[in-house]
């Protein structure tokens, strides 16, 4: 910890006063939490609305999250009460893209949550992981399951599935879809939204296509234009003509 950060203004201080409440989450292997009311149901919507209907009819709190990860969870509490997210991982390749990951997953849980300052906080961080060095000196982008878990958990219209587009349009190689992913990782709503985009951000060329190659440039036959039909025609058009023109003498 930064020394210099012991002290702050009373304004920057957690109102930790309040009723809590109790949250499992978990079905296997649930996990109990416990949270201040007023804290999360300042920022997540979901919460804000359980606990309306829920202090009608109780005089103590409780929610149970089955279908959630409590590491998951564990990371969104953390930023409640100090603001970060702990979840950093500096090394290269695929050990770093599990930093990735974690986010996706907290931004989804975001998503249930209803939590627009928690999940603009994790694209933030996306975005701060992206142009960091990892430990090999080289900036590394999100691949393959962090890409699958926001189009599984997201709607049509995320700013998350947008930023990973921009990404990949802007930034991205041909290696991050055929080595750094397989076909399950890669929704097809992913690759229509990439190829959408990039042919959007295609400059248009000042020549067709059919005046830029050669008329052999997709056909099948062996190479040189002496193997192409067109030359098997012209010839026989020349030699017809030949013999005509023998006939008349």
Not at 1 to 27: A, E, F, N, Y
Not at 83 to 103: A, F
Request: charged fraction near 25%.
């Amino acid at each position: 910890m930064d020394i210099t950060q012991l002290r702050t203004h009373k304004h920057k201080s957690l109102d930790l006063r309040g009723r809590t409440l109790t949250v499992t989450v978990g079905s296997t292997d649930p996990v109990t939490f416990s949270v201040h009311e007023h804290l999360i149901c300042r920022t997540s919507d979901y919460f804000k609305t359980a606990m309306k209907a829920y202090w009608d009819t109780s005089t103590s709190g409780s929610v149970t999250l089955k279908e959630e990860d409590p590491e998951v969870f564990e990371v969104y509490l953390h930023w409640l009460y100090c603001e970060t997210l702990p979840v950093r991982n500096d090394s290269p390749g695929q050990e770093g893209n599990n930093e990735y990951i974690q986010l996706a997953q907290a931004y989804v849980l975001g998503e249930m949550l209803q939590d627009v300052n928690f999940k603009d906080a994790v694209l933030d961080a996306i975005l701060i992981k992206s142009r960091s060095t990892a430990s090999d000196g080289l900036c590394w982008y999100p691949v393959g399951p962090a890409i699958r878990c926001i189009y599984e958990g997201t709607p049509e219209s995320s700013a998350a599935r947008r930023l990973l587009v921009d990404m990949y349009t802007c930034h991205g190689h041909e290696e991050w879809l055929t080595e750094w992913a397989n076909e399950d990782d890669l929704p097809k709503q992913f690759l229509l939204d990439l190829a959408i985009a990039a042919l959007k951000k295609r400059p248009q060329p000042p020549e067709s296509l059919a005046e830029k190659v050669g008329t052999c440039e997709y056909h099948e036959h062996l190479p040189g234009s002496n193997s192409c039909y067109m030359y098997f025609s012209v010839s026989k058009r020349a030699e017809v003509v030949h013999i005509a023109s023998c006939d008349t003498e």
